[in-house]
């Protein structure tokens, strides 16, 4: 097949997918497949046109303007897959950027510890953008997406903070970024909008940083007594993390009656 029938072929499904969403998008099962659909198809006719012309564009470039032109269309479905989709290829994108412009900026950072501090700050953002623009809603089926994303900017905290431990170095900006979206997420899911499932991370992350650090300073050589001191330090940390989240679901379930 020569470009002008990969390009028709591409098209003319686009099209049945936009067309097939348009006539049904009041269906609940079948408009959101369509509409994704219809998406993949739009990112592999970039592709077509990027590998046909030989544009010499990078990689990220390719999938930010994906996403950029997905934005309208899940505005206008109002679908967190899509809005999930859009984020994800935006995620995509800052990695592929950071392959091509490592240690941004300036070199201050190395490229890992840079690409795990946008990718922090850039999901954090979603997630505060989400919640603002979002619904009271607490079901699950309405939270999930921004769930995800919150996931993502906590291991993306956790690299950087066991990496300094591991490093045996504090640096300023990391550490006071860390240090905020800690505080931040705490005081909004705990006083503001409670989620039991934010909470949950975040006493997971806590407990897993302290074990790592026990870990790290206790074990230098293997000695029985670092393993046992470390053991008892993530049992009690994972006790107290539990007891909390308990004592914290009580006072939901009493305020609730």
Request: proline share 3%; hydrophobic share 55%; charged share 10%.
């Given at each position: 097949?020569?470009?002008?029938?990969?390009?028709?072929?591409?098209?003319?499904f686009?099209?049945?997918?936009?067309?097939?969403?348009?006539?049904?998008?009041?269906?609940?099962?079948?408009?959101?497949s369509?509409?994704?659909?219809?998406s993949?198809?739009?990112?592999?006719?970039?592709?077509?046109?990027?590998?046909?012309?030989?544009?010499g564009a990078?990689?990220?470039q390719?999938?930010?303007?994906?996403?950029?032109?997905?934005?309208?269309?899940?505005?206008?479905?109002?679908?967190?897959?899509?809005w999930?989709?859009?984020?994800s290829?935006?995620?995509l994108?800052?990695y592929l950027?950071?392959?091509?412009?490592?240690g941004?900026?300036?070199?201050?950072?190395?490229?890992?510890?840079?690409l795990?501090?946008?990718?922090?700050l850039?999901?954090?953002v979603?997630?505060?953008?989400?919640?603002a623009a979002?619904?009271?809603s607490n079901?699950?089926?309405?939270?999930?997406?921004?769930?995800l994303?919150?996931?993502?900017?906590?291991?993306?905290?956790?690299?950087?903070?066991?990496?300094?431990?591991?490093e045996?170095?504090?640096?300023?900006?990391?550490?006071s970024?860390?240090t905020?979206?800690?505080?931040?997420?705490?005081?909004?899911?705990?006083?503001?909008?409670?989620?039991?499932?934010?909470?949950?991370?975040?006493?997971?992350?806590?407990?897993?940083?302290?074990g790592?650090?026990?870990?790290?300073?206790?074990?230098?050589?293997?000695?029985?007594?670092?393993?046992?001191?470390?053991?008892?330090?993530?049992?009690?940390?994972?006790?107290?993390?539990t007891?909390?989240?308990?004592?914290?679901?009580?006072?939901?379930?009493?305020?609730?009656?």
């Amino acid at each position: 097949m020569n470009h002008i029938g990969h390009f028709v072929l591409v098209q003319t499904f686009l099209v049945a997918a936009i067309a097939g969403y348009w006539k049904w998008h009041r269906h609940p099962y079948l408009a959101p497949s369509l509409l994704v659909t219809a998406s993949l198809l739009l990112g592999a006719l970039l592709a077509l046109v990027g590998q046909t012309y030989q544009t010499g564009a990078n990689s990220w470039q390719l999938f930010f303007t994906w996403a950029c032109l997905l934005i309208p269309w899940a505005i206008a479905a109002k679908s967190n897959a899509m809005w999930l989709l859009v984020l994800s290829l935006l995620n995509l994108s800052l990695y592929l950027w950071h392959v091509v412009n490592p240690g941004w900026p300036q070199d201050l950072w190395t490229n890992e510890r840079s690409l795990m501090i946008w990718g922090m700050l850039f999901n954090a953002v979603a997630v505060a953008v989400w919640e603002a623009a979002a619904s009271h809603s607490n079901s699950a089926s309405s939270r999930w997406p921004m769930r995800l994303l919150g996931t993502l900017s906590a291991l993306c905290a956790f690299w950087i903070a066991a990496q300094m431990i591991v490093e045996e170095t504090i640096l300023v900006i990391p550490l006071s970024l860390v240090t905020f979206w800690l505080a931040s997420a705490f005081c909004f899911y705990r006083y503001l909008r409670l989620d039991m499932y934010f909470l949950s991370i975040l006493a997971m992350w806590g407990t897993a940083i302290v074990g790592a650090a026990t870990i790290y300073w206790s074990l230098d050589d293997f000695n029985l007594g670092g393993l046992l001191f470390s053991t008892m330090v993530i049992l009690i940390m994972a006790s107290f993390a539990t007891s909390w989240l308990k004592q914290v679901r009580k006072e939901v379930n009493h305020d609730t009656e």
